[in-house]
């Protein structure tokens, strides 16, 4: 069974800086997408960024890229410039290319300091 | 409105009753899916859908039940409620389109069973 590692409960970064948060993942399969979204304090989840696994290069969204080796099984989160509007919970997630269930991982608190 | 809508948005019910949340979307999207978000696991999911009639088990199917009789609802019951349900329950849906099956949520339902 796939599953999804977030080490870091909580991180913290000084606005305008840049952050990382980590992310490995478990599977035996050779295709499938990760993503990474945001849960701000209104609950709402919203999807920050995608990257499909065949693709070798690293996704990137405006201030947000990701770290892909898909040899560690690694796919960690880049902020960059943060912003306190960028505080919130992030959870990274896998879905296998055979299915559309997503399986998360327990989620990173992540505060922006001013 | 147009998107994925959750009802109601917050509830107390007792142990032993049974509660109803309610999901409806508006993009006929043929996939649908309710995850629980508890501390420390992340989102977990309880069942999912791939188009009306058709419903599967996720990880954390038991004491729930779903139906999809329409393409844009999907219900999700708990028969007989246990404080052990006490969460915060999120339906998503997503196209079947594999190349572009991003999962789009709701606002979440917090449940409390006391």
């Known amino acids: 069974a796939q599953t999804v590692t977030q080490s870091q409960p909580e991180m913290s970064v000084q606005e305008a800086e840049t952050v990382t948060l980590s992310c490995t993942y478990d599977t035996s399969e050779s295709d499938y997408y990760l993503f990474w979204y945001k849960q701000p304090p209104s609950r709402q989840m919203i999807l920050v960024i995608r990257q499909e696994a065949y693709k070798q290069q690293n996704a990137t969204e405006n201030r947000f890229s990701v770290n892909f080796q898909k040899a560690a099984k690694s796919f960690s989160l880049k902020i960059s410039d943060s912003q306190l509007g960028d505080a919130a919970m992030y959870f990274c997630a896998y879905r296998s290319a055979n299915t559309d269930k997503l399986i998360f991982g327990t989620g990173t608190r992540l505060q922006v300091f001013p | 409105d147009a998107g994925i809508t959750q009802s109601p948005r917050y509830k107390i019910t007792e142990t032993g009753r049974q509660v109803t949340l309610m999901c409806h979307q508006t993009w006929s999207h043929s996939y649908m899916f309710w995850y629980r978000q508890d501390l420390g696991h992340g989102l977990r999911l309880i069942y999912y859908s791939a188009a009306a009639d058709i419903t599967d088990k996720g990880e954390v199917p038991d004491g729930y039940v779903v139906s999809r009789s329409k393409t844009e609802n999907f219900p999700l019951t708990l028969e007989s409620a246990t404080r052990s349900q006490t969460s915060v329950y999120f339906c998503?849906?997503?196209?079947?389109?594999?190349?572009?099956?991003?999962?789009?949520f709701g606002p979440g339902t917090r449940l409390t069973v006391l």
């Open positions: 998503a849906s997503s196209d079947r389109d594999p190349g572009n099956n991003e999962q789009f």
